[in-house]
Nanobody
Framework: QVQLVESGGGLVQAGGSLRLSCAAS????????MGWFRQGPGKEREFVAA????????LYAGSVKGRFTISRDNAKNTVYLQMNSLTPEAAAVYYC???????????????????WGQGTQVTVSS
């Protein structure tokens, strides 16, 4: 089992940047594919980005590709989401999630992720 704690959210002006962090504790972090999801007000939770165990494979949602960067540091048990050129549409609660499936495959589907953090709020002012 793994516990996840997000940080780095806050209020930013449109066009600005934020870096989210997700610290993991418990079972060995490197066995998990990690993902970021978000849920805006009145919206369903949606996939943002995912990164494989060794960072070899990375996926992005089309809406963030080129502006957001996911990365991980297995030595620090942490996954990051660098968000640049933020728009008001990016305002949401951002969740990190861990996928412990033995396949190690990378997924956009939230049902493939076993463990979730509490979320961190990102607000973007126009």
């Amino acid at each position: 089992q793994v516990q996840l704690v997000e940080s780095g959210g806050g209020l930013v002006q449109a066009g600005g940047s934020l870096r989210l962090s997700c610290a993991a504790s418990g079972r060995t972090f490197s066995v998990y594919t990690m993902g970021w999801f978000r849920q805006g007000p009145g919206k369903e939770r949606e996939f943002v980005a995912a990164i494989s165990r060794t960072s070899f494979s990375i996926l992005y949602a089309g809406s963030v590709k080129g502006r957001f960067t996911i990365s991980r540091d297995n030595a620090k048990n942490t996954v990051y989401l660098q968000m640049n050129s933020l728009t008001p549409e990016a305002a949401a609660v951002y969740y990190c999630a861990a996928d412990g499936r033995s396949t190690g495959s990378i997924s956009r589907d939230d049902y493939d992720y076993n463990y979730w953090g509490q979320g961190t709020q990102v607000t973007v002012s126009s």
